[in-house]
């Protein structure tokens, strides 16, 4: 192979590998959250989600295990059942199904994403060290250093505009990843947003952007450890 056809597929795959960090922290911190049902409890508890609905906190964990269960599982719609006031009742109704249906779709994408990120990260480095070239530490350091600094600036813009309007913000998410308005839910009388309110969702937001800054930041200064290990400045 020439070395400037070399030098451009190398530039290439090393490119891909910046821009997928960002896309790799994002998608594993959303699969953190996800099946997090520490992160559930806290919302109930701190929204008294059991005054609001009637259930006891021992049934919205058994609901936040279900949901969790649900996003990890082949059926295609949820149905959970819990005792009130003596009586069985179903605690989604069809709409609800509907789009909890639509948000399994979305938290699958999110595992493909992963997936995927992982094994494309994972075949950067893996062919760096098949090179065995001194060097692998400078180049594999640089790689993280830049994705992460392109997180840290990602997350930077979109926590502005969250901060700014989250309830726009918070709309527009739906609108982008909804094709339908099963999301439109009446806090009266529909559980699935009395167990979820707006409070909950703006509280994972900061905490789901301080994980992935955590993360960033963790990536960057792993890229500067690697790269100061390599014995070798030249270039590829």
Known sequence: MKPDLKRFLFN?????????????????????????????????????????????????????????????????????????????????????????????????????????????????????????????????????????????MLLGGIGLIALLDFQSFFTRLHLLGFSNDFWLLDPTKDYLIMFFPKGFWADSAVMLGILAGVLASGTTICGRLLGKSSPSNQPV
């Not at 609905?53 to 295990?65: V, Y």
């Not at 989604?92 to 509907?98: D, H, V």
């Not at 950067?124 to 594999?140: A, N, R, V």
């Open 12 to 152: 290439t795959w090393k490119t891909l590998a910046v821009i997928i960090v960002p896309l790799l922290i994002l998608s594993l911190t959303l699969s953190v959250f996800i099946n997090c049902r520490w992160l559930y409890e806290q919302g109930f508890e701190k929204y008294e989600v059991c005054q609001q609905t009637g259930f006891t906190p021992a049934q919205l964990k058994t609901a936040a295990s279900a949901l969790i269960g649900y996003f990890n599982n082949s059926e295609e719609y949820i149905n959970l059942h819990l005792e009130k006031d003596g009586a069985d009742v179903q605690v989604f109704n069809e709409r609800e199904m509907l789009h909890l249906k639509d948000v399994k779709g979305l938290v699958r994408l999110n595992y493909l994403i992963l997936g995927i990120c992982l094994v494309l990260c994972g075949g950067f480095f893996l062919y760096l060290y098949l090179k065995k070239q001194p060097d692998f530490g400078k180049e594999g350091g640089m790689a993280l250093i830049q994705g992460g600094i392109f997180s840290l």
